[in-house]
């Protein structure tokens, strides 16, 4: 294909589907401060909110975006899934499946740890996804992890379900061509083992030549996408 429209939108502020995540476990019981309620990262979360929305991306050749003369925002490099069959709702304390899944898409995009600029976090603020992102992103970039900056925009928008891939990927390559990443809002005091630059609070200038997106859904869905600037 030369041209291929991407993305996703989800409405789910719903009695019933709220009902669920709250039987869950999963979503925050701060809401009456609900701008401040979602906290990923930090010591004192205690799950995410529901949001709505939606994000569209196009993605073409090369040959058809010179062709028209397009601007693009970024070199879609690879992408990749993993099902890891801990649980069903649940991710396992062991990141080994993520680590995994981070290793081969940047082995297959041709890049090495120390070249990722940036990581578009999944961080739902739940006590267990953020630990096991966490220790998957620290183990996976070693060394260089003191150098990557990452954040997760939910606290900010709310946890979009369907569309939270979509609309962060966006979020993203919106960074990448602003040179500012976006703040994990909310964030006043990460966790100890939390080792890369988490953008607390305020947004933060920063040349991104490549950047790694990952996206940790319900049933073991994993995901995690890289690109490359066009500037």
């Known amino acids: 294909c030369d041209v291929v429209i991407a993305g996703s939108s989800d409405a789910s502020l719903t009695p019933a589907i709220v009902a669920s995540f709250r039987k869950l476990g999963v979503l925050s019981r701060q809401l009456d401060r609900p701008g401040s309620a ?21 993605l073409e050749s090369e040959a058809h975006a010179n062709q028209r ?42 890049l090495q740890p120390g070249e990722i600029d940036y990581v578009s976090l999944h961080g739902t603020a739940t006590r267990m996804n953020d630990v096991c992102e966490m220790r998957a992103v620290n183990r996976s970039f070693g060394n260089d992890r003191h150098q990557l900056a990452g954040s997760s925009i939910k606290g900010a928008i709310g946890h979009l379900l369907g569309a939270a891939g979509s609309v962060e990927f966006a979020a993203m390559l919106l960074a990448m061509r602003d040179g500012v990443l976006p703040p994990t809002a909310n964030l006043e005091s990460p966790e100890d083992d939390f080792e890369i630059n988490l953008v607390p609070q305020r947004s933060q200038q920063r040349v991104v030549n490549h950047a790694l997106k990952l996206s940790l859904g319900f049933g073991g869905h994993l995901v995690a996408a890289a690109v490359k600037s066009c500037r």
Not at 84 to 102: G, H, Q, R, V, Y
């Open 69 to 110: 003369r397009a601007t693009p925002y970024a070199e879609w490099l690879t992408g990749g899934m993993v099902a890891d069959t801990f649980a069903m709702t649940k991710l396992s304390d062991n990141p080994e499946a993520l680590c995994w899944l981070i290793a081969d898409v940047l082995r297959r995009s041709g």
């Open 38 to 58: 979602i906290r990923p990262f930090d010591q004192d979360r205690d799950g995410f909110l529901v949001g709505e929305g939606a994000g569209v991306c196009v």
